[in-house]
């Protein structure tokens, strides 16, 4: 019983410098990163210590597999969980954060609009109005006015026109 405890740490030890190369390969091979490959492979010789008791050197190498499967497997299993929740919060993110931009940018713009709205002649107020937060359409806002259809539309188009002008010199800033 003595010569098997004497001959463990050497077993151990012979069995890193023969086993690392080929544990560390297989390790790299399955996760693509040689600074975790070296790292887990470490790890799979320092938890071959808490089996020295029942190691002999015909079973050594099927423990050391055994524990870089175990091994690899845990890392894995971990990786993607923090993937899975890494990806989830950055998505939400980016979702949460382009709502509230986009609500941002419509407000201000929402804004600028009935600033410049407030800027233009009557006529063309009551037909922009009228046509952009009443959704007449133009025969009805002619109608109503008491003017012709193409006069609405030659209102309609240069307070769009103005409006778009006034948005962009004061985004352009």
């Known amino acids: 019983m003595e010569d098997l405890k004497a001959t463990t740490p050497c077993l151990i030890t012979d069995s890193y410098k023969e086993y690392y190369p080929s544990v560390c390969s297989y390790i790299y091979y399955r996760i693509n990163n040689w600074e975790t490959a070296r790292d887990l492979s470490q790890d799979v010789f320092l938890r071959l210590m808490d089996y020295k008791q029942m190691l002999r050197s015909d079973t050594v190498k099927y423990f050391i597999f055994t524990i870089a499967r175990n091994l690899l497997n845990d890392y894995l299993r ?5 993937q899975e929740i890494t990806s989830y919060i950055y998505d939400h993110a980016i979702t949460y954060t382009n709502e509230t931009e986009s609500l941002i940018i419509a407000k201000e713009l929402s804004l600028l609009e009935k600033h410049k709205l407030g800027m233009l002649s009557d ?17 009805e806002i002619s109608t109503e006015l008491k003017i012709s259809p193409r006069t609405v539309e030659g209102h309609l188009f240069k307070s769009r026109r103005e409006i778009r002008q006034f948005i962009k010199l004061l985004y352009a800033i």
């Open 78 to 82: 971990r990786y993607y969980k923090k």
């Open 123 to 139: 006529q063309r107020r009551k037909v922009y109005t009228m046509n952009r937060f009443e959704e007449k359409s133009i025969s």
